[in-house]
């Protein structure tokens, strides 16, 4: 399921913040890294506070499709920041964000990300079922 999650999310990213996934494929930094954490969490441990119970009223309004539009709206928020960064600090800015972020702009920047929760669906459906067709195909050459 995770495999599936993951790789939506990268086609997610790489549509809407291209020039960080470019940068995120060198670094061989992956959604994995990052991810798991935030959505587990609901940014509980990434964001202030009170930015991440803006995240929690969202999320249970808008559902799941808002915790990948909230991820990538975090990362096209620092995407200049992320550009300049290495694998180990990557790692270590996206697991701790800034006390500091203006919730109204990082708000303002989800908010421009296009993904429908129809869109989200159907990507994670495609994912899903990708990922089980390679669990099968492993299956059977074991």
Not at 1 to 17: Q, R
Not at 92 to 121: C, G, M, R, V
Request: aromatic share 14%.
């Amino acid at each position: 399921m995770m495999i599936a999650y993951f790789a939506a999310f990268e086609m997610f990213l790489e549509e809407d913040v291209p020039a960080l996934y470019q940068h995120f494929i060198q670094e061989n930094f992956t959604p994995d890294m990052y991810l798991i954490d935030w959505t587990f969490t609901l940014f509980s441990k990434s964001l202030p506070l009170d930015t991440a119970c803006r995240v929690w009223d969202v999320f249970c309004r808008d559902g799941e499709a808002f915790l990948f539009r909230a991820a990538l709206g975090v990362l096209k928020f620092y995407q200049e920041n992320l550009l300049e960064m290495d694998f180990i600090h990557l790692g270590q800015f996206l697991s701790k964000l800034p006390d500091d972020i203006p919730a109204d702009l990082l708000f303002q920047t989800i908010a421009s990300i296009n993904l429908t929760e129809q869109k989200f669906t159907q990507t994670l459906a495609v994912q899903k079922e990708v990922a089980a067709q390679i669990k099968n195909v492993s299956a059977a050459t074991k």
